[in-house]
């Protein structure tokens, strides 16, 4: 399998070789009973430009940290998803396709977060900060965080729960009312979009610039599709077009759901092949 350099060439920072197993393993393995081998993730993750022992360090990892469980079946070991990977990986399709869909009008109501964390604990703060920017969530004021995704408060409260922070949070929703800041304002100062608008443009700009020329490289393209789309998707706060008219982002959704229906059916007919060559004769 030809070794990408893709990646290199992207318009965000690249991701973690932790980053690109987990997405290949909720894209593949989440929908198949089967499973797949240990030759054929190795394969994959190299093509990736992961080297052999880091991927095998990868493995032993995830499945300590419960995304994969071993199945040994003769001299080889294939691999399913365990509960805890198949819970990240549903909630990232649940992203995704939010993220790909056209936005649904706004009603004008903030889910909103007000906590306090301990300087002490940098960790949790830390957790708790990565949790609220992958909820969407951004900070208008000190120790306030506000979503106009207001479907997304079972998340905000399990991640909440998650980190003992519940005894000093609160979580509501709501319009907001004259004499404070109104909506626009609230963007303003909640979200920052500027780095991010100009890496979609670089994203647009790029757009067919290198086509995959044969099956390995279409499989490989579309893994770091998945990959860059999941890189924006954590960025991007998803406004809808009430709060932020004009967004690039917009297009850049765009893209993505059109690069992912032209190359789905290959990249996952390739993946099938791959892991079935790999298997132990």
Excluded: C
């Excluded at 987990?22 to 093509?47: H, N, P, Q, R």
């Excluded at 294939?78 to 396709?97: M, N, V």
């Amino acid at each position: 399998m030809i070794v990408s350099n893709r990646l290199a060439q992207q318009p965000l920072p690249p991701p973690s070789a932790r980053s690109m197993l987990l997405t290949v393993i909720g894209e593949f393995l989440y929908d198949s009973e089967e499973g797949a081998w240990t030759a054929a993730l190795m394969k994959v993750l190299g093509g990736m430009g992961i080297e052999d022992h880091a991927a095998r360090q990868l493995l032993s990892r995830a499945a300590t940290a419960k995304w994969i469980e071993r199945e040994r079946i003769g001299r080889g070991v294939r691999w399913h998803l365990a509960d805890h990977g198949r819970a990240l990986a549903a909630d990232g399709i649940t992203r995704s396709q939010a993220y790909l869909d056209s936005p649904l009008p706004w009603d004008e109501q903030w889910l909103v977060l007000t906590i306090t964390v301990s300087q002490r604990k940098s960790t949790v703060r830390n957790r708790l900060n990565g949790g609220l920017s992958w909820l969407g969530m951004g900070n208008p004021t000190p120790g306030v965080w506000v979503t106009p995704h207001v479907e997304r408060v079972h998340e905000l409260s399990e991640l909440v729960s998650s980190l003992g922070l519940s005894e000093t949070s609160l979580i509501m929703a709501g319009n907001v009312q004259t004499g404070g800041l109104d909506n626009h304002e609230i963007v303003e100062r909640a979200w920052d979009l500027t780095e991010l608008a100009t890496s979609y443009r670089k994203l647009l700009n790029q757009d067919g610039a290198s086509e995959p020329r044969d099956n390995d490289e279409v499989l490989l393209a579309f893994i770091e599709l998945i990959s860059l789309q999941q890189r924006f998707m954590r960025l991007d706060p998803q406004l809808p077009k009430e709060l932020l008219a004009e967004w690039v982002g917009r297009d850049g959704a765009s893209l993505f759901r059109r690069r992912r229906e032209q190359w789905s059916e290959l990249a996952h007919s390739r993946w099938a092949s791959v892991v079935d060559e790999s298997a132990p004769r």
